[in-house]
């Protein structure tokens, strides 16, 4: 009698591992199939060139004076000048805005004959003022940048720095390189489970690669962060999008 009691003990331990087994089985396949870590994955991309269509261009200029009141007045006399060569050139008072005037003490220094400083003393006033250019019309404002001929002979001492180019309609561009990555991603998703015999579920995960803006037909390299090129007029955008779904 013991030993039918024992056989029937074994057996109904035997089943109920069997049966454990068959649920941490599905169960396996279950997270397989809709888990991060299983399905299928692919990074789609888009890309596409465009124009900028608003520039912005700095430059500077400084005088010179023994006083602070000399130095300020050569430096309105020169912003009058380049102001006005401005507007002769097309650019309008609402597309410059002239910054604040910047005051340094300028110093001479005294050496003795082994080149070791033995004194200095004040000898006038530096004044540096900044005026920005910002406009739609990226030509007009290209040319001007480019040819500062006649403030030099005017004796104006002006520091032009290079145009910067950007694009006013960014934000709609993302979008729609954002949608056209997400379509290349799900297409090459379909490509793979096709050419494998899997059958596409559900999407899992998804995520957004940076967005890089860089000079068109060059070779600038993307950046971690994203690359943002403002000094060319041609440029080019890209993103990423990566996704991964679950597959039975």
Do not use: H
């Not at 599905?26 to 994955?41: R, W």
């Not at 949608?179 to 490509?191: C, L, M, S, V, W």
Request: aromatic share 10%.
């Amino acid at each position: 009698m013991k030993e039918y009691k024992g056989i029937i003990i074994a057996l109904i331990a035997g089943i109920c591992a069997i049966i454990c087994v068959s649920i941490l089985s599905g169960k396996l396949v279950s997270y397989k199939q809709t888990s991060g870590s299983g399905g299928l994955t692919a990074t789609g991309s888009a890309s596409c060139d465009f124009e900028s269509d608003l520039i912005v261009w700095r430059g500077s200029f400084t005088a010179y004076g023994s006083t602070t009141q000399t130095a300020y007045q050569r430096l309105k006399k020169d912003a009058e000048v380049i102001e006005d060569y401005l507007i002769e050139n097309g650019v309008t008072e609402e597309e410059m805005v002239f910054g604040a005037v910047n005051i340094s003490k300028r110093y001479a220094y005294e050496y003795n004959d082994e080149g070791y400083e033995i004194g200095r003393y004040e000898d006038g006033y530096d004044l540096y003022q900044e005026i920005c250019v910002t406009s739609g019309d990226i030509d007009k404002v290209d040319n001007i940048s480019r040819d500062i001929t006649q403030l030099i002979e005017a004796n104006v001492e002006f520091v032009s720095e290079d145009p910067q180019y950007y694009y006013t309609k960014l934000d709609e561009l993302k979008l729609q390189l954002i949608e056209e990555a997400t379509a290349n991603a799900k297409d090459r998703i379909d490509i793979m489970a096709a050419g494998t015999g899997a059958r596409v579920n559900k999407l899992l995960t998804a995520s957004l690669g940076v967005f890089q803006i860089t000079a068109q037909n060059s070779n600038s390299d993307y950046s971690y962060g994203g690359a943002f090129d403002t000094g060319s007029r041609q440029k080019t955008a890209s993103i990423t999008v990566k996704l991964n779904y679950s597959v039975e």
